[in-house]
């Protein structure tokens, strides 16, 4: 990892910054620079669908549909290393354990089936025969109420349905997927505001839009393909708004790193026109602010005999509890919606201004409204925002969450859920002759409350790192050893399988960019973005290894080996020909997936039907919910607390897919060499005695008993608002209780972790 240095970055995103970052890591994964010709597959109609973010892919892609961080996800998919049988010869899981998780996954792609060999320490080399039959035979033995079927968001739309019925046959509906640590809060808080669960925006939305309002996500390093419609509307004058505590890079400025022009001119376009950097967990009152500042305007205009500045023919058509939110809003004193966003009221007023005088603007967010304890609220805070000026279901115009995993939202829409409602389970009795089971299932928290209790003794993970994933590491992964079965569907080794239960399986798989052969031939498979668009993807990379198998031949596997035949149900036949799953989705779905197998490479893919696209509120009013949140803190943590304490904001690096460390170089915050750091503000750092450079521990402010510790992070003077503080995920996930969830969508609340910071003692003084 060389030197820690940590300097300013002063260049745009994109750029040259980021074809070195890729060169780099073509060079390290050993992937010649012919076998980049893979990338110029990447998110095109005959190639593959990238296996990084979610975002959307246009209908006319440009030569290099990729970006500098999905360029990334394909060499580390695709990289010439191997974690074989004789790696576990060399090391024993004791001492992986040690091992950072960049290290883990730097072994390279898992090429066989494993068995934990409790006597030797080991991952020992196992048949998928003995495999499956002996996972089966456990999972026959355990109570169905007692396993969990986890899915990380990148399985794709046939394998995720074949698991969810795999789950169901079995008995129960504990499907809790990645999406309830990210964008729970949009599928709660959106269903109940405008009765869908998902954005309303489309790409093309983004054409015709006059101003976009952009909170907490950070396009540069976790969206990045979504700069090129920023920067299109930018060219158009477009004013885009931004609420982030950090001055994010992508959002200040940027290059098209695929435009030889502006390479070479170093030019680069401003993205944000306002960047207001509020406090962690001040979105509530920074949007009541806003929307006080529009009803005073609009009073103020019709006062003068004006048609007022929110759509009053909108509101008396389309929504429902208007009155009630403008007794919220007059309600909200200005001072203290300053002190809790800490903002300026004319910061909020000058965004008032210009939302006001736009006609068709866009509502963006990601993680850093959802991950809060009042994240739905936080979420529907904006609805009610967009629906004062009719700002949901007409052109140019939407909601738009940035959701995380390539294919997260499509688990959701094809029965990965723990939420029966959210299913047509009469549909799937009357398809295949079977009960399913009607009771909740458990999602991602409850789910570890049940190991914690004991309560859940079988895992199964669809990908994903779980256990890295949650909150409360220390606690979490002393429980988790305590489970009976534990199996993971993984293409590389990391923490998930080191920490595991009595009897543990790793199961490699093929990857999403390789050639995937079955009975009937070469097999494509579906997957859908951030915007309800579906998509076809084809592999184009030869198979790691002759041992790996595909992911629907597994969950097949698995189904074939746990559950009683079904005549109605041939596994063997839908893995020898995918088309069979996808007609058989439809037949589950036939709204949503009308011709699906016909459209699946439709260019530019083919959206799902929104009804809140049409104005058409699928809520329990018939109409869109305005939202009155219960106060103002999205983190309504303890008791009163002192100045020592900060609220921790936990994200993602530039180098980086969750748990998935590609390398040590976070460039736009200019940190190199080390992940081990705490963004802190200079004033705090004066306040509390501390220097830059110097090394912190830092602890989790909570009133249960536990004592959640992190030591030796360097701090790092940063810009970044007074009183909060920040560090990567997920070495931090430590410090983040199990209980500082939302409320509502009970997704752990990564943001705005109330802790103290002290300087390191050194061990001389701690013994
Ligand atoms: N390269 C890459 N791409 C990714 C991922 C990755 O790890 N690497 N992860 C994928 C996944 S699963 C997801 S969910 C998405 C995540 O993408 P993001 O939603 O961008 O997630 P984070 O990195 O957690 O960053 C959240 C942003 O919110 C800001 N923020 C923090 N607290 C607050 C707050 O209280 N209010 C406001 N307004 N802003 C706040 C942070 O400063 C940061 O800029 O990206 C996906 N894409
Ligand atoms: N503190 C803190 N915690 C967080 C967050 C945060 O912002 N802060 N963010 C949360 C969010 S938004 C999310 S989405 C979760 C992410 O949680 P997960 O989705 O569980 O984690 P990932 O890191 O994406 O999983 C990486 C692993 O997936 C496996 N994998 C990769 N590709 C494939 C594939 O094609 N098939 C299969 N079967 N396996 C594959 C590899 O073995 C790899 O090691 O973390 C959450 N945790
Ligand atoms: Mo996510």
């Given at each position: 990892?060389?030197?820690?240095?940590?300097?300013?970055?002063?260049?745009?995103?994109?750029?040259?910054?980021?074809?070195?970052?890729?060169?780099?890591?073509?060079t390290?994964?050993?992937?010649?620079?012919?076998?980049?010709?893979?990338?110029?597959?990447?998110?095109?109609?005959?190639?593959?669908?990238?296996?990084?973010?979610?975002?959307?892919?246009?209908?006319?892609?440009?030569t290099?549909?990729?970006?500098?961080?999905?360029?990334?996800?394909?060499?580390?998919?695709?990289?010439?290393?191997?974690?074989?049988?004789?790696?576990?010869?060399?090391?024993?899981?004791?001492?992986?354990?040690?091992?950072?998780d960049y290290?883990?996954?730097?072994?390279?792609?898992?090429?066989?089936?494993?068995?934990?060999?409790?006597a030797?320490?080991?991952?020992?080399?196992?048949?998928?025969?003995?495999?499956?039959?002996?996972?089966?035979q456990?999972?026959?033995?355990?109570?169905?109420?007692?396993?969990?079927?986890?899915?990380?968001?990148?399985?794709?739309?046939?394998?995720?349905?074949?698991?969810?019925?795999?789950?169901?046959?079995?008995?129960?509906?504990?499907?809790?997927?990645?999406?309830?640590?990210?964008?729970?809060?949009?599928?709660?808080?959106?269903?109940?505001?405008?009765?869908?669960?998902?954005?309303?925006?489309?790409?093309?939305?983004?054409?015709?839009?006059?101003?976009?309002?952009?909170?907490?996500?950070?396009?540069?390093?976790?969206?990045?393909?979504?700069?090129?419609?920023?920067?299109?509307?930018?060219?158009?004058?477009?004013?885009?708004?931004?609420?982030?505590?950090?001055?994010?890079?992508?959002?200040?400025?940027?290059?098209?790193?695929?435009?030889?022009?502006?390479?070479?001119?170093?030019?680069?376009?401003?993205?944000?026109?306002?960047?207001?950097?509020?406090?962690?967990?001040?979105?509530?009152?920074?949007?009541?602010?806003?929307?006080?500042?529009?009803?005073?305007?609009?009073?103020?205009?019709?006062?003068?005999?004006g048609?007022?500045?929110?759509?009053?023919?909108?509101?008396?058509?389309h929504t429902?509890?208007?009155?009630?939110?403008?007794?919220?809003?007059?309600?909200?004193?200005?001072?203290?919606?300053?002190?809790?966003?800490?903002?300026?009221?004319?910061?909020?007023?000058?965004?008032?201004?210009?939302?006001?005088?736009?006609?068709?603007?866009?509502?963006?967010?990601?993680?850093?409204?959802?991950?809060?304890?009042?994240?739905?609220?936080?979420?529907?805070?904006?609805?009610?925002?967009?629906?004062?000026?009719?700002?949901?279901?007409?052109p140019?115009?939407?909601?738009?969450?940035?959701?995380?995993?390539?294919?997260?939202?499509?688990?959701?829409?094809?029965?990965?859920?723990?939420?029966?409602?959210?299913?047509?389970?009469?549909?799937?009795?009357?398809?295949?002759?079977f009960?399913?089971?009607?009771?909740?299932?458990?999602?991602?928290?409850?789910?570890?409350?049940?190991?914690?209790?004991?309560?859940?003794?079988?895992?199964?993970?669809?990908?994903?790192?779980?256990?890295?994933?949650?909150?409360d590491?220390?606690?979490?992964?002393?429980?988790?050893?305590?489970?009976?079965?534990?199996?993971?569907?993984?293409?590389?080794?990391?923490?998930?399988?080191?920490?595991?239960?009595?009897i543990?399986?790793?199961?490699?798989?093929?990857?999403?960019?390789?050639?995937?052969?079955?009975?009937?031939?070469?097999?494509?498979?579906?997957?859908?973005?951030?915007?309800?668009?579906?998509?076809?993807?084809?592999?184009?990379?030869?198979?790691?290894?002759?041992?790996?198998?595909?992911?629907?031949?597994?969950?097949?596997g698995?189904?074939?080996?746990?559950?009683?035949?079904?005549?109605?149900?041939?596994?063997?036949?839908?893995?020898?020909?995918?088309?069979?799953?996808?007609?058989?989705?439809?037949?589950?779905?036939?709204?949503?997936?009308?011709?699906?197998?016909?459209?699946?490479?439709?260019?530019?893919?083919?959206?799902?039907?929104?009804a809140?696209?049409?104005?058409?509120?699928?809520?329990?009013?018939?109409?869109?919910?305005?939202?009155?949140?219960?106060?103002?803190?999205?983190?309504?943590?303890?008791?009163?607390?002192?100045?020592?304490?900060?609220?921790?904001?936990?994200?993602?690096?530039?180098?980086?897919?969750?748990?998935?460390?590609?390398?040590?170089?976070?460039?736009?915050?200019?940190?190199?060499?080390?992940?081990?750091?705490?963004?802190?503000?200079a004033?705090?750092?004066?306040?509390?005695d501390?220097?830059?450079?110097?090394?912190?521990?830092?602890?989790?402010?909570?009133?249960?008993g536990y004592?959640?510790?992190?030591?030796?992070?360097?701090?790092?003077?940063?810009d970044?608002?007074?009183?909060?503080?920040?560090?990567?995920?997920?070495?931090?996930?430590?410090?983040?209780?199990?209980?500082?969830?939302?409320?509502?969508?009970?997704?752990?609340?990564?943001?705005?972790?109330?802790?103290?910071?002290?300087?390191?003692?050194?061990?001389?003084?701690a013994?």
């Open positions: 990892m060389g030197h820690p240095t940590i300097e300013a970055y002063e260049d745009p995103a994109g750029g040259w910054g980021s074809a070195k970052s890729l060169v780099e890591i073509l390290r994964e050993e992937i010649p620079i012919s076998g980049a010709a893979m990338l110029m597959k990447q998110n095109k109609p005959d190639g593959f669908q990238c296996v990084s973010c979610a975002w959307a892919k246009p209908e006319k892609p440009s290099f549909e990729y970006c500098e961080n999905g360029a990334k996800a394909t060499a580390w998919e695709q990289t010439r290393k191997r974690i074989g049988p004789d790696f576990f010869e060399r090391h024993t899981v004791s001492e992986l354990l040690g091992w950072s290290d883990l996954e730097e072994g390279g792609r898992l090429t066989h089936p494993l068995r934990y060999d409790p030797s320490d080991r991952y020992l080399l196992v048949s998928w025969e003995d495999a499956l039959a002996e996972i089966g456990e999972l026959r033995g355990l109570d169905p109420k007692s396993v969990v079927f986890y899915a990380s968001g990148r399985a794709s739309l046939e394998t995720s349905y074949m698991y969810g019925l795999l789950a169901r046959m079995y008995g129960n509906n504990n499907l809790p997927d990645s999406s309830n640590m990210c964008h729970e809060p949009t599928s709660v808080g959106l269903k109940q505001s405008i009765g869908v669960p998902v954005g309303t925006t489309v790409l093309k939305d983004f054409e015709s839009t006059d101003c976009i309002l952009f909170f907490g996500q950070n396009v540069g390093s976790n969206a990045p393909r979504m700069l090129h419609p920023l920067q299109d509307a930018r060219r158009r004058g477009v004013p885009i708004i931004t609420f982030n505590p950090l001055r994010e890079r992508g959002l200040e400025r940027f290059t098209n790193p695929q435009s030889p022009l502006e390479m070479v001119a170093k030019s680069s376009t401003r993205i944000s026109t306002q960047y207001h950097q509020l406090k962690a967990g001040g979105d509530i009152a920074a949007i009541t602010g806003i929307c006080k500042a529009l009803l005073a305007a609009d009073r103020a205009a019709q006062a003068t005999g048609v007022g500045v929110i759509d009053h023919g909108f509101i008396a058509e429902h509890g208007f009155d009630e939110f403008v007794r919220y809003c007059d309600g909200q004193a200005w001072p203290v919606l300053e002190r809790r966003s800490g903002l300026k009221r004319a910061d909020l007023e000058a965004t008032a201004v210009v939302y006001g005088n736009a006609e068709r603007v866009i509502g963006i967010y990601g993680m850093g409204l959802t991950q809060h304890r009042k994240g739905t609220e936080t979420v529907q805070m904006l609805v009610n925002l967009m629906l004062l000026r009719g700002n949901i279901g007409k140019g115009a939407g909601i738009c969450p940035v959701r995380g995993h390539s294919n997260v939202q499509g688990q959701r829409t094809v029965g990965i859920s723990e939420k029966p409602e959210l299913v047509p389970l009469d549909r799937l009795k009357e398809q295949y002759g009960e399913p089971p009607r009771e909740k299932g458990l999602n991602t928290v409850e789910a570890c409350e049940g190991i914690l209790s004991g309560a859940v003794k079988g895992f199964v993970a669809l990908g994903g790192n779980f256990v890295r994933a949650i909150p590491t220390e606690r979490m992964e002393a429980a988790w050893r305590r489970q009976r079965l534990t199996v993971q569907i993984s293409t590389k080794l990391n923490r998930s399988h080191l920490v595991h239960g009595e543990s399986y790793i199961l490699p798989c093929l990857g999403r960019i390789e050639i995937d052969e079955q009975a009937s031939g070469r097999q494509v498979v579906s997957m859908e973005d951030s915007t309800s668009c579906f998509h076809g993807s084809t592999g184009v990379a030869h198979p790691v290894s002759d041992q790996v198998r595909s992911e629907p031949w597994i969950v097949a698995l189904a074939k080996a746990a559950l009683a035949p079904n005549p109605r149900i041939d596994w063997d036949a839908w893995v020898g020909d995918y088309a069979k799953v996808r007609e058989a989705i439809e037949s589950t779905y036939p709204a949503v997936f009308e011709n699906f197998n016909a459209r699946l490479f439709e260019p530019g893919g083919h959206h799902k039907p929104l809140a696209r049409e104005r058409r509120w699928e809520t329990a009013t018939g109409k869109a919910n305005f939202a009155v949140p219960a106060g103002l803190n999205e983190d309504p943590d303890l008791p009163p607390r002192g100045p020592e304490v900060l609220d921790l904001i936990t994200l993602r690096s530039n180098d980086q897919f969750n748990t998935t460390v590609y390398g040590y170089h976070d460039r736009f915050r200019g940190v190199k060499g080390i992940r081990d750091v705490l963004f802190m503000h004033a705090d750092v004066a306040r509390l501390l220097a830059d450079g110097e090394t912190v521990d830092v602890v989790t402010e909570s009133a249960d004592v959640r510790s992190v030591q030796g992070l360097r701090v790092v003077t940063y970044i608002p007074e009183g909060n503080c920040a560090g990567y995920y997920p070495e931090l996930n430590v410090l983040i209780p199990l209980w500082h969830h939302d409320e509502q969508a009970k997704t752990p609340a990564a943001k705005a972790i109330p802790v103290r910071i002290a300087k390191t003692r050194r061990s001389a003084d013994n």
